[in-house]
């Protein structure tokens, strides 16, 4: 299957600092989306992104679609308490309905 | 209020003895799908179902055995677990979109369920 490779895996932060975390596909893919996992609960869709080139912001998070459609990146300003999850990245492939997850980024925010 | 239902929350079997769990979704997706949570491996898909009576093998599917046949419900069986299936196991659901490439990726996802298999 598809391989997606996230970093990094774990972060540790001050509140107020930026966040930023990546995830490369050894393929194409036509989708890239970004959900968040709280603590205890199903991970939630934060962004998707359906173009090469796009970004798209949700609050203070921005994600990208890299040019060669191998890649993405989240960011998160001025990182709060309630940031705290893991964030995961998911790609779709062009031809297929069906989603690969990264491996997740584990981020901690100190008060 | 819209969303998908997982039962039970915790679970702790011995190996060999058959299990189920239970997923519902009160949103009319006709895609729903099992993914299980291993730290260092993110979610890995274990089955799928693009709409009633049609269900398909994710990436992990040896083990499980998967049933749709309503539109809301698709549990996830357990024929015989074995310690390796210990994992966190998500139910999640979507609609179908217009078919094709964007099934199944605005994912709503259960609350989950932990197993723990002696």
């Known amino acids: 299957g598809q391989q997606l490779n996230q970093s990094p895996q774990s972060m540790f932060i001050q509140e107020g600092e930026d966040v930023s975390m990546n995830c490369t596909s050894s393929s194409i893919f036509n989708t890239w989306l970004w959900y968040k996992q709280d603590p205890g609960e199903g991970p939630v869709l934060l962004i998707a992104?359906?173009?090469?080139?796009e970004l798209t912001s949700n609050g203070r998070l921005t994600a990208q679609f890299g040019i060669t459609r191998k890649d993405s990146f989240l960011n998160i300003s001025a990182s709060i308490p309630s940031d705290v999850g893991i964030y995961f990245c998911a790609g779709q492939e062009t031809s297929g309905s069906r989603l690969t997850f990264g491996e997740g980024t584990q981020l901690t925010v100190n008060p | 209020e819209a969303q998908v239902t997982q039962n039970p929350r915790y679970l702790i079997t011995v190996t060999g003895k058959k299990l189920t769990v239970t997923c519902s979704q009160n949103m009319n997706h006709e895609y729903m799908s099992w993914y299980r949570q291993d730290p260092g491996l993110g979610l890995r898909q274990i089955y799928y179902s693009m709409n009633v009576e049609v269900t398909d093998k994710g990436d992990v599917p040896e083990g499980y055995k998967v049933s749709r046949k309503e539109k809301r419900n698709f549990p996830l069986i357990l024929e015989s677990p074995s310690p390796n299936q210990t994992s966190l196991y998500f139910c999640?659901?979507?609609?179908?979109?217009?078919?094709?490439?964007?099934?199944?990726?605005?994912?709503?996802f259960g609350s989950g369920t932990q197993l723990s298999v002696l």
């Open positions: 999640a659901s979507s609609f179908a979109g217009t078919g094709g490439p964007y099934a199944g990726e605005k994912l709503f």
């Open positions: 992104l359906y173009k090469a080139g």
